[in-house]
């Protein structure tokens, strides 16, 4: 009885302690987990902190290159090629140059641009290195632009000096362009300052034109005041243009707006952009700008003309109706560019459109319209040719239309001439001995 009360006390015994001797798989799987979480978080912030390291202290190259070997083995085991690039690019974020070796080994050449544009903005030079062996490429405009781009975002000075001695024209012309767009593009006051100081080429006029975008944006009442002071010359005018083509596709009252701020002497470039601007939307409203800038300033009687014939490029029923408003000069050009809107016309509907002009003015429109359609429906040109009343002047438009016609069909061009009605014999003679001296591929014969 003993014995039996003996084993009865050890089994219970076993039974409450097993647990606690030998966990289960459930209890030792969940206890495996947190430990090999906490190793890999371990890892990672020791990983993290040794990558910030590693960009304030320089490592060796044999560690360098150790390094790479195994970022690259990583970049092979990817999903995707997107998730490489990636990589790369977070890595040009630490240090451009290790990116750069990368993708050049892994042959990622279409990263270089992007790559050096951080660095240029991190200010790493030592990639100034690596730039070299590319020296005597037709890479190497481009990859040293996006560097020096990158650089003159937060460091123009420094942009504008190194290149004086990377590159020689006019390889440097093109690349201070883009250094100054980017400087503009974050401080265009300051690149507009800098621009006053340069001597006035076609490269600084151009510079002066990309900068006013970005002037006009971040300042417009400077800019405004920055152009009145300025005199009235080539570059001036340039900077007005840019200024009201700018303000005219936002919002035209403030283009009209910021016209009427600047000193009026200024303003003739820009009114005729305003009025055709208009023209598009509301003819009617356009004349009545040009009309009061003409009245209330005096506008250069060249501007007001010129803007007449802008609003007849885009609204040509109505300046034709109203053509004997104006003086002769203003006519003929208003007709030209009215012509010229109805090109797409059909020969009928043109006809409709001018039949109400004197007859003079409808010489000019058929002259007009003959030598627009000399090169593709000379036919046509020929027939408009004939219907010019000044005998000289017809003369001349059918001989600039035949002289052109005979270059791709020599043939259909002496026949029309033979078949005229409004030529006299000897013209036909002398516009056909003229056709027969060129030499075309229509008319050469093959042996």
């Given at each position: 009885m003993k014995w039996l009360i003996v084993v009865v006390l050890s089994w219970g015994i076993g039974f409450i302690s097993y647990p606690l001797i030998w966990p289960n798989e459930t209890t030792l799987?969940?206890?495996?987990?947190?430990?090999?979480?906490?190793?890999?978080?371990?890892?990672?912030?020791?990983?993290?902190?040794?990558?910030?390291?590693?960009?304030?202290?320089?490592?060796?190259?044999?560690?360098?290159?150790?390094?790479?070997?195994?970022?690259?083995?990583?970049?092979?085991?990817?999903?995707?090629?997107?998730?490489?690039?990636?990589?790369?690019?977070?890595?040009?974020?630490?240090?451009?140059?290790?990116?750069?070796?990368?993708?050049?080994?892994?042959?990622?050449?279409?990263?270089?641009g992007l790559i050096l544009e951080i660095a240029g903005k991190m200010q790493f030079s030592n990639i100034m290195s690596w730039l070299e062996q590319f020296k005597s490429t037709q890479q190497y405009e481009s990859l040293l632009d996006s560097y020096l781009r990158g650089l003159a975002s937060v460091n123009p000075q420094q942009a504008l000096s190194d290149i004086e001695f990377l590159a020689a024209e006019p390889m440097k012309s093109s690349i201070m362009m883009s250094i100054v767009d980017s400087w503009a593009s974050n401080d265009a006051i300051a690149a507009f300052e800098w621009l006053k100081l340069q001597p006035e080429t076609q490269s600084t006029l151009k510079m002066y034109l990309n900068t006013m975008y970005y002037y006009i944006e971040q300042s417009p009442n400077e800019a405004a005041n920055l152009i009145s002071s300025l005199p009235l010359n080539e570059s001036t005018n340039y900077l007005i243009t840019s200024m009201v083509y700018q303000l005219v596709e936002k919002n035209t009252q403030e283009a009209v707006d910021w016209l009427d701020s600047i000193a009026v002497e200024q303003r003739a470039s820009g009114v005729f952009i305003i009025s055709r601007k208009m023209a598009e939307t509301d003819p009617e409203a356009a004349l009545v700008f040009l009309n009061n800038q003409k009245q209330a300033y005096d506008l250069n009687q060249d501007y007001f003309n010129s803007a007449l014939a802008e609003i007849a490029s885009v609204e040509p029923n109505m300046m034709l109706a109203r053509i004997d408003n104006y003086d002769t000069n203003v006519q003929r050009d208003i007709i030209i560019n009215a012509s010229y809107a109805l090109a797409e016309k059909s020969e009928s509907d043109f006809f409709q459109v001018i039949n109400s002009l004197s007859d003079d003015n409808k010489d000019i429109a058929f002259n007009q319209r003959a030598a627009q359609l000399s090169q593709t429906d000379p036919q046509q040109a020929f027939n408009v040719s004939e219907r010019i009343n000044d005998v000289t002047t017809r003369f001349e438009s059918i001989m600039s239309t035949v002289n052109v016609w005979s270059s791709f069909d020599k043939r259909a061009a002496l026949s029309a001439i033979d078949n005229s009605t409004q030529l006299t014999a000897s013209q036909k003679v002398e516009i056909s001995n003229q056709i027969q001296l060129q030499l075309t591929s229509s008319n050469i014969i093959y042996p």
């Open positions: 799987a969940a206890d495996n987990r947190r430990i090999i979480t906490s190793t890999i978080q371990n890892n990672a912030a020791e990983s993290l902190s040794n990558t910030n390291s590693s960009i304030t202290s320089s490592k060796a190259p044999s560690q360098k290159a150790h390094d790479r070997e195994a970022f690259k083995a990583s970049l092979n085991i990817e999903e995707t090629p997107y998730m490489s690039i990636f990589r790369i690019m977070q890595l040009a974020e630490q240090d451009p140059l290790e990116a750069l070796l990368v993708a050049e080994e892994t042959e990622h050449e279409d990263l270089y």
